[in-house]
């Protein structure tokens, strides 16, 4: 009896959003939420009471964090990818529907959004960005691989035709390739972790045409290989790949979208592993420089849950002394009693939040029932 309570309660989303008639999970479904039931708790929460406007319905967004009404595109993908691996069908409609709505005219979105009265673009600065871009296709993508529907199909194929110009011609030794760029504003930025990105959208999208895009990206992505690890991307200015930095995600997302480059994992824990307040990684390193502090690198949770499931693709049971199950473990005491992990630890960092976060919860999510998004 109790056993079939929870599994009911596990259907049950906020109010607004419940739904009539609920489609019977698989096996995978219904393990996936009762090993995350917690981080679907706080996931569910985070809904926009406000109507997205157009022609998809009902249409939501979730704010991003608890103390904040802005919802980051890249968070509406990461919470639609859990909601559909969970079998939540309509709660990842909710969010899909409103990414549908908000499309532009030429397939891109905006890098984030505040609802209210209307909805308005709060990155001027930036503009459409392509790794958020290409994590609104992925979550397309899984929503029809899950439930064998093309909903999504044709604001997925726009997004990856709008990708598709903006590739440019890069140069690098004997490989010549076709990479996207980071976006208009930054036109000569060609980050390796978009690349990454677009590589699992163009490569599971429906379109043969958006398929053959693929290998291109991978071929980018590996001629920005370094021995020990990935650079972060190539400056079309400098004709150079940029060596002056390093960041976490493009090595574990390297490991999760290609199944290969596992020594850059090694090279996550020997430049980005601290053990305070928690054992954990934060996001950046100047490569091949030792840091002055880091006392402003809070341990960052979206990073540390995806080094951790590359950690566990690759087998690697430890980081500098510390299990994965460790490691885990740590990260898990940061967890609120609605299961919101924070985005980040405490710091004089103004860009990493200590507000439960759709990032930090939806990371978790994947570690917990074992889901690679580059790989649904």
């Known amino acids: 009896m109790k056993y079939v309570l929870l599994v009911a309660l596990l259907f049950i989303g906020p109010a607004p959003y419940r739904a009539a008639a609920v489609d019977l999970p698989t096996d995978h479904q219904l393990a996936a939420r009762l090993l995350g039931v917690g981080q679907l708790t706080y996931l569910l929460e985070q809904f926009s009471p406000v109507t997205v406007r157009g022609h998809a319905q009902p249409a939501h967004l979730v704010f991003s964090y608890s103390d ?5 595109t890249y968070d509406q993908a990461w919470a639609a990818l859990a909601f559909t691996w969970a079998g939540h069908r309509r709660e990842a409609e909710l ?9 532009s005219p030429v397939g891109s979105w905006k ?7 209307k909805l308005l673009s709060v990155d001027a600065e930036t503009g459409p960005i392509s790794g958020a871009i290409a994590w609104v296709v992925m979550a397309m993508n899984a929503y029809r691989l899950q439930y064998g529907l093309g909903t999504y199909d044709v604001a ?10 903006q590739r440019v011609a890069v140069e690098w030794g004997d490989t010549h390739t076709h990479p996207i760029r980071f976006s208009p504003q930054r036109p000569s930025v060609v980050s390796v972790e978009h690349n990454l990105d677009a590589y699992s959208a163009f490569l599971n999208s429906k379109l043969p045409r958006h398929q053959q895009i693929a290998p291109d990206l991978r071929k980018y992505v590996e001629s920005m290989w370094d021995t020990t690890h990935f650079h972060a991307g190539f400056d079309l200015d400098a004709k150079a790949p940029n060596r002056s930095e390093l960041y976490l995600d ?13 020594s850059g994992l090694e090279t996550s824990c020997d430049h980005f ?5 928690v054992a954990g990684f934060f996001d950046y390193h100047p490569a091949n420089r030792e840091l002055a502090s880091t006392s402003d690198h809070p341990v960052w949770t979206e990073g540390s849950f995806g080094m951790l499931l590359a950690m566990e693709a690759a087998q690697m049971p430890e980081c500098r002394g510390k299990t994965r199950a460790q490691i885990l473990a740590g990260l898990e005491t940061l967890t609120n009693t609605k299961g919101g992990v924070p985005y ?8 990493f939040s200590q507000s439960p976060s759709i990032a930090g919860t939806a990371w978790l999510y994947f570690l917990k029932v074992g889901f690679n998004p580059f790989k649904p």
């Not at 980040?344 to 860009?351: E, G, I, K, L, V």
């Open 68 to 72: 904040s009404k802005r919802s980051y």
């Open 95 to 103: 969010i899909l529907n409103a990414l549908s709505n908000l499309q």
């Open 111 to 117: 890098f984030s959004y505040e609802p209210g009265q």
């Open 156 to 165: 997925a194929e726009r997004a990856l035709d709008y990708l598709a110009g």
């Open 250 to 262: 493009t090595q574990s997302w390297g490991v999760l979208a290609l199944g290969a480059y596992y």
């Open 273 to 277: 592993f601290k053990t305070d307040p």
């Open 344 to 351: 980040a630890t405490p710091s004089s960092n103004r860009d």
